[in-house]
């Protein structure tokens, strides 16, 4: 029962993050502007983590609190995800939502780029061939194959930056400051989002700030972009172990492709499907063989 939980918990989280892009686009579609979008999305994830974090610390006085050098390491590190966030939503508006999620996953593969050059040896072979393998799902996802498709080559690129960005916040994750209490590391990290997101927009975020975008969007955004995961994450993970939590993370794929084709109406093929498939079977064999790798 407590691993059928978990799956759930870790199961909701991924799926936070899928319908995000999904909102992004509806607000774009209903006049929101992007620079305020993420900046509320953070905005709230600060204000909410903060709250949590007071009333996690009176409850538990005993938790390792964080020095300065800690605080200072997750603010920057947060910097990669308000990257991601502003490039992911700048890239939706040049690609459909379901290019540019298959786009954001090519972090799968450059996170296996970033371990080699970090542990400055060659992957294992079962790496290498996921890699690939994602390349080529990448292929049929985005339906390139097709010789009339013309996607955008401003959407492509700002749709692969925030996969780079990704992958540093996918480490800043799972790697820095983990003495630190779950919550507490979320907060400073979604802190130096909100402090990136500022510095990105600047003057924009002034110039289209409107408060029925935080009440129509921002808050659901806030929630679902950097509340609910980290929280599910913590409390999943622990009951249904690592190698089983990655596989269910890709869940992310699906429900943001789904939720665009309901909500946004976007079309997808079969041949893109396959693609997406082929990206989550991936996902899975790259995961099943973590023990031996």
């Not at 892009?21 to 579609?29: E, M, W």
């Not at 966030?85 to 459909?96: D, E, G, K, T």
């Not at 500022?198 to 659901?220: C, R, S, Y």
């Amino acid at each position: 029962m407590s691993k059928l939980r978990g799956v759930f918990l870790v199961g909701f989280g991924a799926a936070s993050y899928g319908i995000l892009a999904t909102i992004v686009k509806f607000a774009n579609n209903s006049g929101a502007h992007t620079s305020v979008l993420t900046f509320y999305q953070s905005l709230i994830g600060v204000v909410s983590l903060f709250i949590l974090m007071s009333i996690q610390s009176r409850k538990q006085p005993d938790l390792v609190k964080p020095k300065s050098k800690s605080k200072i390491k997750l603010v920057l590190f947060g910097i990669s995800m308000g990257l991601t966030s502003c490039l992911y939503y700048i890239s939706i508006q040049y690609v459909s939502v379901s290019i540019g999620i298959i786009l954001l996953m090519q972090s799968i593969w450059m996170s296996v780029v970033w371990e080699m050059i970090q542990q400055r040896k060659l992957a294992h072979w079962s790496k290498l061939a996921g890699s690939l393998a994602v390349l080529v799902g990448t292929v049929f996802a985005t339906n390139l194959i097709q010789q009339d498709i013309q996607i955008s080559f401003t959407g492509l690129l700002y749709g692969l930056s925030a996969a780079l960005s990704y992958t540093v916040s996918l480490h800043a994750s799972n790697h820095v400051e983990k003495q630190v209490p779950s919550i507490t590391r979320s907060f400073y990290l979604i802190l130096g989002s909100l402090l990136t997101v500022t510095a990105f927009w600047n003057i924009q975020i002034l110039e289209h700030l409107d408060w029925m975008v935080l009440l129509k969007f921002g808050i659901v955004l806030g929630i679902f972009g950097t509340v609910i995961p980290p929280i599910m994450f913590t409390r999943g993970i622990p009951l249904i172990g690592l190698g089983l939590a990655g596989i269910l993370v890709a869940l992310e794929i699906p429900v943001s492709i789904l939720s665009a084709h309901f909500v946004l109406n976007e079309q997808i093929s079969l041949v893109q499907w396959f693609g997406v498939f082929l990206i989550l079977l991936t996902v899975i064999f790259m995961n099943s063989r973590k023990k031996n790798i």
